[in-house]
């Protein structure tokens, strides 16, 4: 549904799936290039994925408004390690305001347990204009 | 120092330079495998590395206890986009408990301004004995 | 529902209204013991109140099995701000592990709007015995 | 040095030593106003008084441009339980931007050990003009 991914998205992997103003879905395969050295995923990788998942929905709905997005926080805390399969991250917009927008990630394994959360802020901004 | 990174580390090319038991350094180039779409440092990048430096300094530590460290929580908040160069991360053990180990991380560029901290919450525990 | 709040949950007015195993509410009236100076609801009473009916709500459930819970970690984002009536909070479980539990509490106002959330990491350790 | 503090700050006996421009100081006594029923220090006094010294010392030098500082999230991690004396809490600012500030804040018992620890991120915006 979207365009190729590009950088650290192509390099892990990521895929997005859905963009809606407040859900979004995507979902990452666990392979090498997300495991760290015990063979489990990442954490960087659940964080990062919610940091993608967030910033293009965000991006998608201000850039309208001539605005721009820019990741300030990201709390991810872990709490099933997962091995194979596909990790899948559901994320959900709590809030809209002016200057800021929060959303929620869940991320899930095959069997659909919680494997990880993360909550992530980002400013909103008007962007520059050029002359 | 370490041995060849693999994994996540090895897909966004970082380096461990240096885990004493509270200190601990890495780094990486900002080649495209650790960009979002705009051009800047993807958020998650900070994110990995902040846990990849944690994890590391701490597993090195209690492994000799017979324990594991497990990630639990990562927080970063990114104060500065960065587009070019390197970005060094510099860990800090805050807290060493029974059960659990804490780290701060800063990410500066390479005029050393901060653009980026993590906390880093790990949870210590007995690697199950197998028979 | 409960016996009269001692401590800081008395000197806040906050009121536990239910604290089942995997739910919890509770809420304190804008009073001027939880405003800051500008005279809205002080961020520290959503992070306190969120403490509060994640400790109990565990708490509650854990003493059984001869465990106690211990606050780990707390991050409360704030959203909107009250200035009077009543904040309502919703606290909902979210993880259930053998040595951590983890809850979101959503803080609304009396028009139901989004305040504040926090998510709540407490660690679950089994209480010394004592001879 | 401070103004009596007035609300929250008043009810939980919070007291600021110093606000300057980059670091700040407060403290409070464990008085049973900060307690949780187990006796020690509960959780909330700790992210109550982050909010309140990088609120304070934000706000002291903004407030000349015509700008305010509002809270916009508190995260708080707890090390190690307190059940008496003081505690000591030392604000150092990590970030100073256009429209975010943010601060770290340690907490210290009566022995100088580490006890809790927060990162307050603050939204800073120009006050409306009253005609």
New interface residues.
Partial sequence: MEPPA????A??GFELLDLAEDRARGRFEVT???????GIV????Y??????LA??ATHVHVREAGE?A??????????R?VSGGCVHAEARR??R?R??W?W?VDFTDDEGR?CA?S?V?L?V?PVPQRP
């Fill in positions: 590009t950088g650290l998205d390099a892990l090498d290039a997300v495991r760290q050295p015990a990442h954490g960087g990788a964080a990062a994925m919610a940091e993608t910033s293009a721009a820019m990741g300030q926080s990201n709390l991810t805390s872990f709490m390690p709590r809030h305001g200057t800021s929060v929620e919680l959360t909550r802020t400013a901004r």
